[in-house]
């Protein structure tokens, strides 16, 4: 109980940080896709260096980590960009905005909920892929 207590206390205090950072803010995310400021993409590289210790670790403590890029990550990838830049939310901060009140959040959250649900259908039905790992 008490883990469950200090990881809800973490993701609070992130998305917090995530709010004051602007990455809940709308108009803050298309500045940042249109390249009208790097505010953010400066912010993510510098997580995605703070992280890259962390990750070389687990990975050692991992058997294997697969890294093969096929066609899947890129068609994924490619939508993945597509609804971040049209919504202005990844699945990390349309949590954001819905905690800060912004309500069209929910309906991009609803979103990403029936895109993963016809991804689990797709991979299932039409393009199935022994070595993927969504939807086990």
């Not at 004051?20 to 709308?26: A, D, K, P, Q």
């Not at 294997?64 to 202005?88: E, N, Y």
């Not at 699945?91 to 993963?116: D, E, K, N, R, W």
């Amino acid at each position: 109980m008490n883990r469950v207590i200090a990881l809800c206390l973490f993701g609070i205090g992130f998305g917090f940080i995530l709010h004051r950072i602007g990455f809940g803010n709308v108009q803050e995310v298309q500045r940042m896709f249109l390249l009208q400021t790097a505010r953010l993409p400066l912010t993510l590289c510098l997580a995605i260096g703070l992280l890259i210790p962390f990750y070389r670790f687990i990975r050692e403590k991992r058997e294997q980590i697969s890294h093969r890029i096929t066609w899947r990550t890129v068609v994924g990838a490619l939508l993945f960009g597509t609804g971040w830049a049209l919504s202005a939310a990844c699945p990390g901060t349309v949590l954001v905005q819905i905690g800060a009140g912004y309500i069209p959040g929910c309906a991009v959250l609803l979103g990403i909920i029936c895109g993963v649900l016809l991804h689990q259908q797709a991979q299932r039905h039409w393009i199935p892929d022994e070595t993927a790992s969504c939807g086990d």
